[in-house]
């Protein structure tokens, strides 16, 4: 379970989070949407420990990420898995170093066995182990990418939460395709509770079925997809505006895994 | 905006900075004793730093060692003196020449590419990732190449010198037309602990600077591309202009607690 309650952040004087609250249930999948620089990100930093919040609490697990010391916050982040804008893979490594990076850093198992998970892991994730386990993440697509992002931050820890920021920004439709499946494949198998940040309208509804819209550093909307629809707070519309012309089509979008979590 | 407030702001930033650093210097320092010992990232960076300034350091030694015997050699011969070329070579290259040039070949190059490396990883969200992963990026990156740049700048730096030697022996013999026993006997006599104390503590001390400001520069270097680029500009002037402040504090401070050993 992952609660905010009243989150205040600014870097150095410029305000970035003004009062956020909001709680994500286990299992949940919500995403937060928004438009650029509005603080959606820093929401996912400030849950992962990276960033200490000026006012408020952030509660993973009922405890406060903000107030742990090093050793209790390593804990906590054990139980959360983040996916990067980008992947932010390690590019001196090679694809099967990268998903078995906390194997390698955390615990005594042989090269073999690593790369044996590593495999397993990177065909979970829909890809060819055989053809990208060598590579460098510099000779892989961006949707490649983000999947051995994804598979690294699932070999870790075995996480109960999955943190995606702007998992799908940037790529192709038929990648963008891939990974909102293979973000759903993970809520609907694993039960892990997601979060994911994106200002692709489209890729939100297709993935959760609860939306936190953040505007100018304030949640604006949380609800479902009809509350949405019905919303006219004046914030919502104006981020929504540009969409609202093909919301329809969107609305009743179909993916070959089926539709989006509960 | 007034000259006043110029330098008012110029002060403040060097106050931050100077702050900033020096409590980057003691997490680095704390690291040092923290668990886990990263062996193969010292060694490669090893490789890295003191192989790959190999080339750079015998150039610098051998030229700088023949210029500087020549104009000894031209102004001591006025003197009838040039038998003395020897001598003060030894101390010129052993106390001074060695040590900073060393020094200031690699905060030019080892500084440029240890600040580089990190703004772009940090740039990558690659720091954050580690963080995330429950590692200790400054354990990680910057103690290896700290402990590098410790072990490989004092052994450099005994290359540069006897480098700087020999091609002062170039010139002495065949220039300045000394004979080569008389110049080696010369360069012997002031082979004594004290100008040798002097002339390894530098590259030390030296070490310890290079380290701190190009780690301090990658980790705090902020703003995409191009702010890393502005952190390495400045990491290579800050390493440089540091080595060279150091290099007069410890000469004329060390130079007065060992004079009896002179």
Redesign the interface.
């Known amino acids: 379970m992952i609660e905010l309650r009243h989150v205040h952040f600014a870097y150095d004087t410029q305000p970035v989070l003004r009062d956020v609250s909001f709680l994500v249930d286990d299992s949940e999948a919500v995403v937060i949407m928004g438009p650029s620089g509005s603080g959606k990100s820093t929401i996912l930093r400030l849950i992962l420990g990276l960033d200490c919040p000026r006012e408020g609490e952030i509660l993973v697990d009922h405890k406060d990420v903000g107030r742990l010391g090093r050793g209790p916050l390593r804990e906590i982040r054990k139980k959360i898995g983040m996916v990067f804008q980008d992947g932010a893979l390690f590019d001196s490594l090679t694809v099967g170093e990268n998903v078995g990076y906390y194997l390698i850093e955390h615990t005594k198992l042989k090269w073999d066995e690593i790369e044996r998970r590593a495999r397993a892991m990177l065909g979970f994730v829909g890809l060819e182990a055989d053809e990208v386990i060598d590579k460098l993440p510099d000779q892989l697509s961006g949707g490649m990418r983000r999947r051995v992002a994804i598979g690294r931050a699932l070999l870790s820890t075995e996480p109960q939460i999955m943190l995606y920021d702007e998992p799908t920004t940037g790529l192709d439709p038929y990648a963008t395709h891939n990974i909102i499946n293979l973000i759903n494949k993970l809520h609907r198998e694993r039960s892990i509770s997601s979060i994911v940040v994106t200002h692709q309208i489209a890729d939100a509804f297709a993935v959760a079925k609860r939306f936190i819209v953040i505007y100018r550093g304030e949640v604006a909307f949380d609800g479902s997809l009809e509350e949405l629809r019905e919303c006219r707070d004046e914030r919502v519309e104006d981020f929504l505006a540009p969409f609202r012309a093909s919301m329809k089509g969107v609305f009743e979008r179909k993916f070959v895994d089926g539709a989006a979590p509960e | 905006m007034t000259v006043l407030q110029l330098v008012n702001n110029w002060f403040k930033n060097f106050a931050y900075e100077t702050q900033n650093l020096f409590f980057f210097s003691l997490r680095l320092v704390g690291a040092f004793f923290s668990r886990r010992w990263y062996v193969t990232e010292t060694m490669e960076q090893m490789y890295l730093i003191g192989v790959g300034s190999l080339y750079l350091v015998v150039l610098t030694g051998i030229f700088a060692g023949q210029g500087f015997a020549f104009a000894f050699s031209v102004e001591l011969a006025d003197f009838g003196a040039k038998n003395y070329l020897g001598r003060i070579m030894s101390i010129a290259i052993i106390r001074e020449l060695g040590p900073v040039l060393t020094g200031l070949m690699f905060a030019a190059r080892v500084a440029a590419g240890i600040t580089a490396e990190i703004g772009a990883m940090k740039s990558?969200?690659?720091i954050?990732?580690m963080?995330?992963?429950?590692?200790d990026p400054i354990k990680k990156i910057a103690v290896p190449r700290t402990i590098a740049l410790v072990i490989m700048l004092p052994m450099l730096t005994i290359i540069c010198d006897a480098i700087a030697l020999l091609g002062a022996w170039v010139i002495a013999v065949f220039v300045a037309h000394v004979t080569s026993t008389m110049y080696w006997s010369a360069v012997r006599d002031r082979l004594i602990f004290g100008n040798l104390f002097i002339g390894l503590m530098k590259p030390v001390v030296f070490s310890f600077v290079i380290a701190f400001i190009a780690c301090y520069k990658g980790f705090a270097s902020k703003g995409g591309t191009k702010g890393v680029g502005q952190a390495t500009t400045q990491s290579v002037v800050m390493a440089s202009i540091t080595i060279l402040i150091v290099n007069f504090f410890i000469t004329r401070v060390v130079f007065s607690w060992i004079k009896g050993y002179l």
């Open positions: 990558a969200h690659q954050d990732a963080v995330a992963f429950g590692i």
